[in-house]
């Protein structure tokens, strides 16, 4: 399971030219699923990101979590955080989890971060044309890989 975060001012997501979700102040998660993955990468990464101290303190030091800011977090489901670019110029995305395995994945990471930031988090629409806009606060952006947690 792959993440790209985004420490972001205000971010949204807008399907069909309307906004279906947004956030203020808080975390963009963009979320690729492998098949391989399951519910220990979900606990794991949702409670990483839940205690990731990447907003500024008032010393200005990335001292403070999203739960220490009350901040939001919008999850948005990205498989083409598995491309493959090994071989020509063509992304190949044969690792990408395939939706019957990746939405329950998807769902149940969104539950685990609600879990563990005690608060409603917001969602793009899995496997919809979603126009995400952001104003990234920073700018910070942060890639984390469960598998590469030891």
Known sequence: ??????????????IEEKVFSEINQGLLILLGIEAEDTQEDINWLAGKIARLRIFSDENDAMNLSVQDIDGECLVVSQFTLHANTKKGNRPSFINAAKPEIAIPLYENFVLQLERETNKKVETGSFGAMMDVALINDGPVTIWIDSKNKE
């Open 1 to 14: 399971m792959r993440v790209l975060i985004q420490r972001v001012k205000k971010a949204s997501v807008i």
